[in-house]
T-cell receptor, first 111, second 111 residues
Framework: SQQGEEDPQALSIQEGENATMNCSYK?????LQWYRQNSGRGLVHLIL?????REKHSGRLRVTLDTSKKSSSLLITASRAADTASYFC???????????FGAGTILRVKS | GAGVSQSPSNKVTEKGKDVELRCDPI?????LYWYRQSLGQGLEFLIY????????KSGLPSDRFSAERTGGSVSTLTIQRTQQEDSAVYLC?????????FGSGTRLTVV
């Protein structure tokens, strides 16, 4: 079953603009992770935020987590054409043993 | 090797045939996961191996699906009597905790 629900399903922006993707989930979690997928193949880990953290940065990425609302957002600043990909949130449930992935957001950055 | 290796990269099979998909995880990673991704969809959990423990098979969609992991390393996912709805990308990931490292996947097409 999918826990993370992401919106928007698809996002198209111009190079240089910021892209924001949101993820909502249902159960208590240990951490939430964001992954990127190019061309429908292997996923690459981007960033992990623990349940006791509210914000985390990595380069042009900023992730926030609101456990009271069971939601997270991924912000990509100053987007580039190379950021074009699908982005997935994945939750590490408190009483689970595996990551549960959302349906993903397709990001297209136009140059 | 340096990453998770999956083979074959692509597989086309006739409906009703059996297929075997292979995953070679990162050396030392005790956890191994199989996920399935249908076209344009998120990742659906299939099965999880952790060391010598009994695998979590809760995601296998039918008894036509099975998987094994020999010697705590290489894993094989077997689909018997393939159906057209089995067409998808099958992704393997391994980890020594979090995050996961994914392979590039096997694209299975059942014709």
């Amino acid at each position: 079953s999918q826990q993370g629900e992401e919106d928007p399903q698809a996002l198209s922006i111009q190079e240089g603009e910021n892209a924001t993707m949101n993820c909502s989930y249902k159960t208590s979690i240990n951490n939430l992770q964001w992954y990127r997928q190019n061309s429908g193949r292997g996923l690459v880990h981007l960033i992990l935020i623990r349940s006791n953290e509210r914000e985390k940065h990595s380069g042009r990425l900023r992730v926030t987590l609101d456990t009271s609302k069971k939601s997270s957002s991924l912000l990509i600043t100053a987007s580039r054409a190379a950021d074009t990909a699908s982005y997935f949130c994945a939750t590490d449930e408190e009483y689970g043993n595996k990551l549960v992935f959302g349906a993903g957001t397709i990001l297209r950055v136009k140059s | 090797g340096a990453g998770v290796s999956q083979s074959p990269s692509n597989k086309v099979t006739e409906k009703g045939k059996d297929v075997e998909l292979r995953c070679d995880p990162i050396s030392g990673h005790t956890a191994l996961y199989w996920y399935r991704q249908s076209l344009g969809q998120g990742l659906e959990f299939l099965i999880y191996f952790q060391g010598n423990s009994a695998p979590d098979k809760s995601g296998l969609p039918s008894d036509r699906f099975s998987a094994e992991r020999t010697g705590g390393s290489v894993s094989t996912l077997t689909i018997q009597r393939t159906q057209q709805e089995d067409s998808a990308v099958y992704l393997c990931a391994s980890s020594a905790g979090r995050p996961y490292t994914f392979g590039s996947g096997t694209r299975l097409t059942v014709v």
